[in-house]
């Protein structure tokens, strides 16, 4: 499976953007996804994921209430909406994907997206 992050960009802290993850291949609505993120000089952190039919998320503690991950197996497409933004979250984030694991732990995802910048300014 092929994976290509969009919708980042430059949003003032307390703004929203939402982050779009289009999944090509076979057999996209059987793999679990997640987000994580990579902010400058600092390790790719986990952010969210959600099990291939979208029963079950997981969120790092510190994002709950703020970012929300969703999927619309129709159109293979996984979310990320982000709210209440701080120039904190300011980052690279990256989807992930992999048909049998899920969790917080980036070595449990086979495939990874290119990334795409979020840049939030105070």
């Known amino acids: 499976v092929q994976l290509q992050a969009s919708g980042g960009g430059s949003e003032q802290a307390g703004g929203s953007l939402r982050l779009s993850c289009v999944a090509s291949g076979r057999a996209y609505s059987t793999y679990n996804m997640g987000w994580f993120r990579q902010a400058p000089g600092k390790e790719r952190e986990f952010v969210a994921a959600i099990t291939w039919s979208g029963g079950t998320t997981y969120y790092v503690d510190s994002l709950k209430g703020r970012f929300t991950i969703s999927r619309d197996n129709a159109k293979n497409t996984v979310y990320l909406q982000m709210n209440s933004l701080k120039p904190e979250d300011t980052a690279v984030y990256y989807c992930?994907?992999?048909?049998?694991?899920?969790?917080?732990?980036?070595?449990?995802?086979?495939?990874w997206g290119q990334g795409t910048q979020v840049t939030v300014s105070s």
């Open positions: 992930a994907a992999d048909r049998v694991r899920v969790g917080q732990d980036r070595s449990l995802y086979a495939y």
